[in-house]
């Protein structure tokens, strides 16, 4: 009976890491540690997300309950070492975790995080590499053309130049940063710009909220969303209130950085003009501050401008006024 009980709390465990619900897992492991030895178990399955998310669950599991952390050095080694970008980029997010408190933790793996800045161009992977880099380790010194040393000279101004600090600096900071890719990682041709964004992919507000509604624009690349997003706020408060929900959606599921950042602008935007939209929407921001944190300034500048008109003190979100 009591193993039939186990066995079912490590089904459970497992479909949970499969389906992305890392929430739901993180619970199952408060309430019983021993599943732990679960998630060193799937270091050995076939999934890429089941692996993922097992060392990102355990990394988080080490340094809550103060346990020996050197004990993950080695799969995170190996899976840093992946070509896989679902199974490095958790991993990143994982040594990110450590270096936050153990610091000199990142000289185990500065080879490791070097390699992975010189061939990834995954702008979520450049975002942990670069920052790791940053401030633990150094940049290695390319011979660069005199036409690559005054494009960069050129974005570097525009990063200092620029008022949109929070997207567009943003993106202008992990453009430059891939001056440090290998010239092979970045073969660029016509054929790959063209199906990026194709001209049936830029019609005007009807594709947006079309594209919004039917849950589409998940199915988009980045720039494409980023694209379609920027329309939003020219949309009559209607069509505002009706694409808000999967904007909010988006908002609160993608796993890309830069497609949350410009949904976070975007709904900044809309809250200047219509706070009554998004206050008949506030589980959408709910959901959000759940995932993230809420300790966005942009994401704290929207609640705000919410609490102008309403009152929040009903909503968890209130504690973050």
Do not use: W
Not at 103 to 122: A, G
Not at 268 to 273: G, H, N, P, R
């Amino acid at each position: 009976m009591v193993l039939g009980f186990l066995r079912s709390k490590s089904n459970k465990l497992k479909k949970l890491l499969e389906d992305d619900m890392l929430n739901d897992a993180q619970k199952m492991l408060d309430e019983d540690d021993s599943l732990t030895s679960d998630l060193f178990m799937y270091f050995k399955s076939n999934s890429e997300t089941l692996k993922a998310n097992a060392i990102y669950l355990l990394t988080k599991n080490y340094l809550k309950n103060n346990k020996d952390i050197s004990e993950l050095f080695s799969p995170l080694k190996a899976f840093l070492s992946q070509k896989s970008e679902v199974l490095v980029l958790n991993s990143l997010i994982s040594l990110k975790l450590i270096t936050d408190v153990y610091p000199e933790v990142y000289e185990n793996f500065n080879s490791e995080v070097s390699h992975i800045n010189k061939t990834f161009v995954n702008l979520d992977i450049r975002n942990y590499t670069g920052n790791l880099i940053k401030k633990y380790g150094k940049f290695k010194e390319y011979n660069l053309s005199e036409n690559q040393k005054k494009l960069q000279k050129h974005v570097k101004q525009l990063m200092k130049s620029s008022k949109q600090e929070s997207l567009f600096g943003r993106l202008m900071e992990i453009g430059s940063s891939l001056f440090f890719v290998l010239p092979e990682k970045l073969e660029i041709t016509e054929e790959m710009l063209e199906e990026s964004i194709s001209k049936e992919d830029l019609q005007f507000n009807v594709f947006t909220i079309e594209t919004l509604k039917s849950g589409k624009i998940k199915e988009l690349d980045p720039l494409n969303i980023v694209y379609q997003l920027s329309k939003l706020p020219t949309l009559t408060k209607g069509q505002v209130d009706d694409t808000m929900p999967q904007t909010l959606d988006l908002m609160g599921c993608s796993k890309n950085m830069i497609v949350r950042s410009m949904v976070l602008n975007t709904v900044y935007e809309i809250s200047q003009t219509y706070p009554d939209v998004l206050y008949n929407h506030l589980s959408g921001l709910e959901l959000y501050a759940e995932q993230y944190g809420g300790n966005d300034p942009v994401f704290k500048a929207i609640l705000k401008e919410i609490a102008k008109l309403y009152n929040l003190d009903k909503s968890p979100l209130s504690k973050l006024l």
